[in-house]
């Protein structure tokens, strides 16, 4: 007869009351991954969203192979980082690429509207011109 009361953790043991069948293993970088994720997800329009979808991608990737080796738990926690991660770094790619291509279309506008406001020497009436004439020009 064992020496240790019933319900006891028993290392090494399989048995109902000992020490590995009921054991819950660590979640944390799972649980981390999907986090950052979701937070990459909120703050895609900045770029911050992406730097957090990137770490939240490694996290998940990290934690799904401590799942496999039997070292974690979480498996659906890091593959719910890894997608959330995934779509947060997409769309601050997105993001980004929209506005640079907006920027680098409207180069030109945004000089004019530059020198103009120049121009204006603090006179509110021209520089209010020179707004209403770079709208007009960039959204027709």
């Known amino acids: 007869m064992s020496s240790a009361p019933y319900g006891s953790e028993v290392p090494g043991s399989n048995a109902p009351g000992g020490g590995s069948y009921g054991r819950e293993l660590p979640k944390g ?54 997608v959330t991660g995934a779509i947060a770094l997409l769309l601050a790619i997105l993001l980004a690429a929209l506005v640079g291509s907006f920027f680098a ?4 506008e945004f000089s004019n509207l530059t020198e103009c406001v120049e121009a204006a020497n603090n006179d509110q009436t021209k520089v209010q011109a020179c707004q209403d004439d770079f709208a007009r020009k960039v959204n027709p």
Not at 105 to 108: E, F, I, K
């Open 105 to 108: 279309r409207n180069s030109d």
């Open 29 to 82: 970088l799972a649980i981390a991954s999907l986090l950052l994720g979701i937070a990459g997800i909120l703050t895609a329009f900045f770029l911050l969203g992406g730097l957090l979808g990137l770490v939240a991608l490694i996290l998940g990737f990290v934690a799904l192979g401590k799942v496999k080796r039997g070292e974690a738990g979480g498996r659906g926690l890091a593959i719910g980082g890894i």
